[in-house]
């Protein structure tokens, strides 16, 4: 499967949708030795298929595009696209946007700020 999931301001984010695994991103934050340690050498990375990503990537690149030329209108609906290719469907998914979500909502203490809060990543 490929998924496309555009997100847009006020439309709810990847942490909304429980797209963020917590552990992997706490994973992010140490050192590789850390990391190497940490994963008792059990993990494997995923694979990957290069073609299935080019079609998630093609899509995020239009849907881009077509936001920053504002070709498309704000009140268009926002779905995230599921491509399984093995049945030769495309499914439309209707995203979550929780309102109390650290991240997007405007109560958190994320929203609109931009470059000014780090991102929880090692200086490299
Ligand atoms: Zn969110």
């Not at 984010?13 to 552990?23: E, F, G, K, S, V």
């Not at 850390?34 to 059990?42: I, P, S, W």
């Not at 290069?50 to 779905?79: G, K, M, Q, W």
Request: aromatic share 6%; net charge negative.
């Amino acid at each position: 499967m490929s998924a496309n999931r555009p997100v847009r301001p006020g439309q709810g984010c990847l942490w909304c949708n429980q797209l963020i695994d917590a552990t992997a991103l706490a994973k992010e934050a140490k050192t590789d030795a850390e990391r190497k340690a940490q994963g008792y050498g059990v993990e494997e990375p995923n694979p990957s298929v290069i073609s299935l990503n080019a079609i998630s990537a093609a899509h995020a690149v239009n849907d881009f595009l077509l936001d920053y030329l504002s070709l498309r209108t704000e009140s268009d609906p926002l779905h995230y696209e599921h491509y399984h290719f093995l049945a030769g469907t495309r499914s439309l998914v209707q995203p979550r946007r929780d309102g109390d979500c650290p991240e997007c909502s405007r109560s958190g203490p994320r929203f609109g700020r931009g470059d000014s809060v780090s991102l929880p990543c090692i200086e490299g």
